[in-house]
């Protein structure tokens, strides 16, 4: 038979535009077919991708789909493919160079790996900014106070 995972990867809840969770009872669940029907898949693939970070629950607004579209695929990769094709023009006589990959592109379970711990590693700097910040503001205050104190 085929081993039983070891891991188990799973999303947060998918959300409206408004914060409410998505349910057929309330009746504000988007039909994947039918955004597949009115756009193509890579954009709706990469709007999830986008907007759910892992294990984070995903907002999911058709609206901040387009804009997302507009945004970042049209105007900031549209530039940068631009770009790279002029200077391949430029540059290469207008050949992309062929150039040999010394590097396996991908390895998923040093993805997994490194996701693992840029995660801890994230929150850690997260939780370790928030009391620095919440533990800075009063000693600012007070050295405030001791220097006002003083000059009177």
């Given at each position: ?38 756009y193509p898949a890579d954009l709706v ?20 789909m387009i804009i997302m579209n507009n ?75 001791i220097q006002m104190r003083d000059a009177?």
């Amino acid at each position: 038979g085929i081993a039983l995972p070891e891991r188990v990867f799973a999303h947060g809840f998918v959300q409206d535009k408004y914060g409410k969770r998505m349910s057929k009872s309330i009746g504000n669940v988007v039909d994947p077919n039918d955004m597949l029907d009115k756009y193509p898949a890579d954009l709706v693939r990469y709007f999830v991708l986008r907007q759910a970070p892992y294990g984070k629950d995903l907002k999911f607004a058709e609206d901040a789909m387009i804009i997302m579209n507009n945004n970042e695929l049209a105007d900031i990769l549209g530039n940068l493919t631009h770009r790279v094709t002029n200077l391949a023009v430029k540059y290469c006589d207008g050949v992309v160079p062929d150039v040999k990959c010394e590097v396996e592109l991908f390895d998923v379970a040093e993805l997994v790996a490194r996701t693992e711990h840029h995660y801890a590693v994230g929150n850690a700097v997260i939780d370790g900014g928030a009391r620095s910040w919440n533990g800075g503001n009063p000693t600012a205050l007070n050295l405030n106070q001791i220097q006002m104190r003083d000059a009177a």
